[in-house]
């Protein structure tokens, strides 16, 4: 898959929006890409999915960031036909309490799946929490990456980040 048609399937679903919007950490922007409108879309989804699925290793368990990030390990790992797990942003109260759901072995290589990176906050979380139950985090991959110092901040974490759309190219020629 070439950037251009995951660029091209995130615009076609209406996902990439221009207007002034508020951003989770609290800054504003020019456009907000809409992570539920492109992880709803079949196409879509199953473009990234198999992005995704070409950058894994047989070996690879994944992590999906709860919420962006389920549907998306849910995707890459019925394409990859790999295991995953999810990491949530807080312990529930009730059942199990588990911050990390799923099966994961003390050691296991976990690869982080999540949708768009700005600081890179709730990426970091997640590798947090994944490590503290026992995996191995060195890697990350990302749907969109706005270019804000998510990237750097994920590094400062010791895990290599891959993009598969950067900000620059999702807004590169827009109308």
Known sequence: MTNQALIDA????????????????????????????????????????????ERLADDDKLGGVALGGVPLAAATSVAADVPYVIARKQRKDYGTANLVE????????VVVLEDIV???????DAIEALRDAGA????????VDRQEGGRENVEDADVEMEALVTAEELLADRD
């Open 10 to 53: 995130l615009r076609g679903a209406d996902a990439v929006q221009f207007g002034e919007f508020e951003l989770s950490h609290g800054g504003t922007s020019e456009y907000y890409v809409d992570k539920y409108l492109f992880e709803t879309d079949p196409g879509c989804l199953e473009l990234i999915a198999e992005a995704f699925a």
């Open 118 to 124: 700005t600081t890179g906050t709730s990426l970091v």
């Open 102 to 109: 799923g099966r994961l072995e003390e050691g296991e290589e």
């Open 136 to 143: 191995t985090v060195e890697r990350a991959l990302v749907v």
